[in-house]
């Protein structure tokens, strides 16, 4: 395939304005719930005009903080996404490993069934899965929150692949200097996958930070809620009138990790949506 | 020395057996306001629905040194969390419940029945208004203290309506007492104001439109459900509803496509004469209506829907109440320290009455706090007027969504009258044949 051709200075131009267009309105919402989150909650009952109005508080956040449960919360939450987000780079790790370079009796119909695991949408089997975590008394507890979301099929299938983009020549090599296949997978073949753990890592973090379904029906105790959870719970039932300003605060508030967490792997979020994690 | 030890070890705990702390688990919606009402204690200073029933609690337990209540707020209205919890058998003690669906619960037994509970603290179900005692009532059992009737009402802009002389002498609004009348009122308004009569929830929205016609068939004395395990849509009374419905669509007697939050800042900007909402919004508005420079200042007031239909003055009015969940283990001391508290909020209903909402018990309406706080005599009919489905319905909230979803494409002119009620009738039946 030949190259690209490069591209003209008024082609640059344009792709310049366009990618500051769509910036702008990528933001715009972002920029607005901030607004909103710094607004009395009565001047915005009247009319969300008023966010334009000097109608400036700190109050959403202080009441947010005056929660006694929100660092609760918070903690949950970190504790359940960084240890579904471990548990989640383990398996598929390992699993992966099994899949793309080792040859066991099953392995092809194995994977095939995990695969079939894409497909099962949680609606399907949120109700046994609930009477087998009753039954066990996980329900309230960290594993109990934790465990659902490691069974992730997306992300065997993507250590797979990745795994078995790596050259064959360099297990060879390894083995005949004598290392043990663990010592292949921990020390030569595990750091060549890093920019997919990567990726996986991100994606089951925020997918485990922001999950609202299994937290609602499992950890009902409010100790066990997590910040999506406790968020919504401390909402007043009218919420998109009485307490918009409020409710913009929480959605800032609970964002901040997440965005946190893209700053810091911005890098491997950019190659992971572009496709590149997966070569 | 060590006498004086034992003794102050004795001493404590006597003391601390005497206060002996027993736990109520109590489960609600409306919201968390720690950082305002965490430690107020004094109910008439706190407004609001989170505000009162925090300070409501907060109170309780300070006359009731040895009875704790653990309150676990759920995001409205929490039934997926109440289903999971008793599907894991670990259900609060307490729960805010919507009379609406009660049913869905007793039809399983899961709930406590509290005739016994309420009698042994001196509650006399006569003590509870008509509206609010057919809510609670299931198979002749009460299954939740009730604490409140919300209805949808007419908000009325008095400075539009009196723009458009629709107040009479007394300056009491006019209201329509037909449809005919409903919209040679609401041509009148728009020739006079410019702005259409009606502020409605339109768009995203469900629960307006059940509960509006839900009022509309009671007026006509028509019950879709007479026989609980069906919807009967197929009938002249239903389709006169859907058609009234859709006419004030067409003539453009309503604001379109608004959906719950800018429906309720359009009649508050004065986008339009009369906003159709809840009791929860009397607060609100009042308090507007009170300051200078807005479209409401003195100038709001608010009443029941007014009777448009024949045969009787009616409207559909759900509630709140306190179910306690079914639970064989529960400790007497649980229990007794819940008829305390079912007897706190009974005897406290007037505060929360201030919410907005309608009292649940009867004698609050003759209270001189109440009839001082602002149009509770405009709206206190609904005590009497306020009528729920029937209650062996089961799955209400469920078809309130089916009737809106329907009810809002022949409104949009997405489907024919006919043809939105045949749907909504099919999709409740298929409902209701599949528990």
């Not at chain 1, 490069?6 to 366009?18: M, Y």
């Amino acid at each position: 395939m030949s190259a690209a051709a490069p591209i003209s200075r008024d082609q640059g131009r344009i792709l310049f304005w366009l990618a500051v267009v769509l910036s702008v309105l990528m933001l715009a919402p972002m920029a607005w719930v901030l607004l909103l989150s710094f607004t009395e909650n009565e001047a915005l009952s009247r009319g969300t005009e008023a966010a334009f109005g000097g109608h400036f508080t700190l109050k959403n956040y202080s009441d947010i903080a005056g929660n006694s449960g929100v660092f609760r919360w918070f903690l949950n939450s970190l504790i359940v996404a960084v240890g579904q987000t471990s548990g989640v780079l383990i398996m598929s790790s390992l699993a992966g490993y099994a899949f793309a370079r080792l040859e066991w009796p099953g392995r092809k119909v194995i994977f095939v069934i995990v695969l079939f695991g894409l497909a099962v949408p949680e609606q399907a089997v949120i109700i046994p899965r609930h009477q087998i975590f009753t039954t066990l008394n996980l329900h309230n507890t960290y594993i109990g929150l934790m465990l659902p979301g490691m069974s992730l099929p997306f992300g065997v299938f993507l250590m797979t692949q990745f795994f078995r983009a790596i050259p064959s020549e360099i297990d060879e090599a390894a083995l005949l200097d004598n290392a043990s296949r663990f010592r292949i997978f921990w020390k030569v073949l595990l750091p060549l996958t890093l920019p997919a753990q990567a990726t996986l890592g991100i994606f089951t973090f925020l997918m485990a930070w922001n999950d609202y379904w299994w937290p609602l029906i499992s950890g009902t105790d409010k100790e066990m809620y997590t910040l999506t959870i406790g968020i919504a719970s401390s909402q007043v039932n009218f919420a998109q009138t009485e307490g918009l300003g409020f409710l913009a605060a929480q959605a800032v508030f609970a964002a901040i990790p997440v965005l946190i967490v893209y700053i810091i792997f911005q890098r491997h979020v950019v190659t992971a949506v572009s496709g590149g994690a997966v070569k | 020395m060590k006498r004086l030890l034992l003794a102050s070890t004795a001493a404590t705990l006597f003391a601390t057996g005497a206060q002996a702390q027993t736990t109520i688990e109590l489960q609600r919606f409306f919201g968390a306001c720690d950082a305002d009402y965490g430690d107020v204690t004094d109910v008439s200073s706190a407004v609001g629905e989170c505000g009162i029933i925090t300070a409501l609690i907060n109170d309780f337990e300070a006359q009731n040194e040895d009875i704790d209540v653990e309150v676990t707020t759920v995001e409205w209205p929490g039934y997926d969390q109440l289903n999971a919890q008793l599907a894991s058998r670990n259900a609060p003690d307490v729960v805010s419940m919507h009379y609406s669906v009660i049913s869905d619960y007793t039809s399983r037994n899961l709930l406590e029945p509290l005739d016994d509970l309420l009698a042994e603290q001196g509650i006399e179900t006569s003590s509870f208004t008509d509206a609010a005692l057919a809510g609670v009532t299931k198979d002749g059992q009460i299954y939740a203290l009730p604490f409140d009737n919300w209805t949808m009402l007419w908000h009325l802009n008095m400075n539009l309506m009196e723009e458009a002389g629709l107040v009479d002498d007394s300056g009491a609004p006019i209201l329509p007492s037909n449809t005919d009348e409903f919209f040679e009122h609401a041509a009148t308004f728009e020739e006079a104001t410019g702005k259409p009569y009606l502020v409605q929830i339109l768009a995203n929205e469900t629960a307006a439109y059940a509960r509006l016609f839900y009022t509309f068939m009671l007026q006509q004395g028509a019950d879709p459900f007479s026989d609980p395990t069906q919807i009967d849509l197929m009938t002249p009374e239903a389709k006169a509803v859907v058609e009234f419905l859709k006419k004030i669509s067409d003539e453009g007697a309503t604001t379109t496509d608004m959906d719950y939050a800018a429906a309720v800042a359009g009649f508050g900007s004065g986008e339009g004469g009369i906003g159709v909402n809840g009791t929860w919004l009397i607060g609100d508005y009042t308090a507007q209506s009170e300051e200078e420079g807005n479209a409401l200042s003195d100038g709001y007031t608010v009443y029941p829907i007014p009777q448009l239909f024949a045969t009787q003055d009616a409207t559909y009015a759900d509630g709140h109440g306190w179910a306690v969940p079914r639970n064989p283990g529960r400790d007497d001391d649980v229990t007794a320290a819940i008829g305390k508290l079912m007897a706190y909020l009974a005897e406290n209903d007037f505060q929360w009455a201030r919410t907005g909402h309608l009292p649940a018990v009867a004698s609050v309406f003759e209270m001189d706090e109440f009839q001082s706080l602002p149009h509770r005599d405009n709206i206190a009919e609904v005590a009497q007027t306020g009528q729920s489905l029937n209650p062996q319905v089961l799955r209400q909230f469920s078809i309130q969504d089916i009737i809106g979803e329907e009810f809002n494409s022949a409104v949009h002119g997405d489907k024919t009258v006919d043809e939105a009620l045949e749907a909504a009738q099919n999709r409740i039946n298929d409902l209701l044949a599949n528990l």
